[in-house]
């Protein structure tokens, strides 16, 4: 690798990580994520714009309908969204294989989901139950095709790093079949379901289970990878995960609600603290917004889970009763808005320019062309972009999650959210005509010099 440019060869090093080496057809082109990416920042605009017309009402209860329907555009259409893109790319290079047939696939997963996720919010802020039972078709498509194809990759291949994924993959299917069942009821009230119970435990499979597990499993690849830190402990690596499953699993079972609630604070707390302490004993110093996203992400997600077991005390503590009912919607926006979406949106200023690379480096190989024209990534996304990115989402985040306490905040806070989400689609899209761009210039480059030879 010593004849490579160094960005080249650290494209190259940093591909290899992955466990066993990938083919050329493993990776899927990068237009696959990139829509996905690009939706999920159209969802993010839609959640800010529900929250920037109905302004106070919406942060008034966790149940209003215009709150409803703008969390689902945000967990489903958005972060759900990004979070299917990327493991079109996390799956092969941890799992060691391409996932198959994974250009039909996205073909059907992104329209699919994204349907179905409006459909979904339409019925849930209208109470409209033939979109609720369309929204159940529609997102029937996407469970039915993307769990098998990424899970029968997952299972090929018995390595403790994939671990997190799988457990991941199955709080998804557990969030899709509680989240069937809600809409169900809304669509016939008569079967006299156990609403709020249901309601959270749909709430905590999808936050503490799907999204926390797949930040767990691709922070402990990633972080050290992207941010030059030290690797995670072989401790965390290996109990963090199945504790978080487990004490998500104990929560619902009767008697055990408790401990069930100290292992899950506990491992969520045990992940926070070692990546922060890791990112803190980092070798590369220089700012970076993805670092601060990371940071302030995993406070949150932390602030978030001391704040469930505030629950342990009994509802009349002190901080229960100065909360009251804006305890649950105020707990869901910290973990979900800013930390999950604070910790989404950090990772796409890395991702993103990093796969537009990877793949710019495979082109150029392939097609033998000067390795001059390629860019590096800071002139794919720069660090300014991502600041821009990282910052407008942050700000967003503690307006979002002041309103759950001041409702009248509501509008500037869905104000925020928008601008937060318009600049992400900016950056995506800047991104990805620079890569094809890149593209482009390498293709004539290839023929220039295949014509001189």
């Not at 942060?59 to 309908?65: H, I, M, V």
């Not at 409209?128 to 997102?139: E, K, P, S």
């Not at 997190?164 to 008569?190: I, K, N, Q, S, Y």
């Not at 190989?365 to 794919?380: H, S």
Request: with cysteine.
């Amino acid at each position: 690798m010593t004849d490579l440019p160094r960005p080249l060869g650290a494209a190259v090093a940093i591909e290899n990580v992955g466990i066993g080496a990938l083919g050329q057809d493993d990776l899927p082109p990068l237009h696959v994520p990139m829509r996905f990416f690009v939706t999920a920042a159209l969802f993010g605009l839609l959640a800010g714009a529900v929250w920037l017309v109905h302004g106070e009402a919406s942060f008034g209860d966790r149940y209003a309908p215009s709150m409803l329907a703008a969390v689902h555009l945000l967990t489903l259409g958005c972060y759900t969204m990004v979070m299917f893109g990327a493991l079109f790319q996390v799956v092969p290079v941890l799992g060691g294989g391409g996932l198959p047939r994974a250009r039909l696939v996205a073909a059907l997963v992104q329209p699919t989901l994204a349907a179905g996720a409006a459909s979904l919010a339409f019925g849930l802020s209208r109470g409209d139950r033939t979109a609720l039972l369309l929204a159940l078709l529609l997102l029937g498509i996407p469970f039915a095709v993307f769990v098998p194809a990424v899970g029968g990759n997952l299972l090929r291949r018995r390595s403790r790093a994939l671990r997190p994924l799988r457990l991941a993959m199955l709080c998804f299917v557990l969030t899709v079949g509680l989240g069937a069942t809600l809409a169900g009821a809304l669509a016939w009230p008569a079967a006299g379901l156990p609403f709020r119970t249901v309601t959270n435990q749909h709430a905590a499979a999808g936050g503490l289970g799907f999204a926390l597990l797949l930040i767990v499993g691709t922070s402990q690849q990633v972080v050290p990878m992207f941010h030059v830190t030290p690797t995670f402990s072989r401790a965390a690596m290996r109990f963090v995960a199945p504790g978080i499953a487990v004490g998500l699993g104990l929560q619902w079972l009767p008697g055990l609600s408790v401990v069930g609630t100290l292992v899950l604070v506990a491992a969520g707390l045990w992940h926070a603290g070692e990546t922060l302490w890791l990112l803190a004993a980092r070798r590369r110093r220089r700012k970076d917004p993805a670092v601060m996203a990371w940071q302030i992400g995993l406070a949150s997600v932390a602030a978030a889970l001391l704040l469930a077991a505030l629950d342990l005390l009994g509802p009349e503590a002190p901080v229960q009763l100065a909360l009251g009912a804006r305890r649950e919607l105020l707990l869901g926006l910290l973990f979900g808005f800013a930390g999950v979406g604070t910790i989404v949106s950090g990772m796409l200023t890395k991702i993103v320019p990093f796969l537009a690379f990877l793949h710019l480096q495979r082109r150029c190989l392939a097609a033998r062309a000067p390795f001059p024209v390629m860019p590096t990534m800071e002139a794919l996304l720069s660090r300014r972009m991502a600041s821009l990115q990282v910052v407008s989402h942050v700000v967003a985040a503690a307006l979002v999650v002041t309103a759950t306490l001041r409702p009248g905040l509501g509008g500037l806070a869905g104000a925020a959210t928008t601008a937060a989400f318009a600049v992400l689609g900016q950056n995506l899209v800047t991104a990805w005509a620079r890569h094809r761009r890149a593209a482009t210039a390498i293709d004539r480059a290839a023929g220039t010099a295949a014509a001189g030879a």
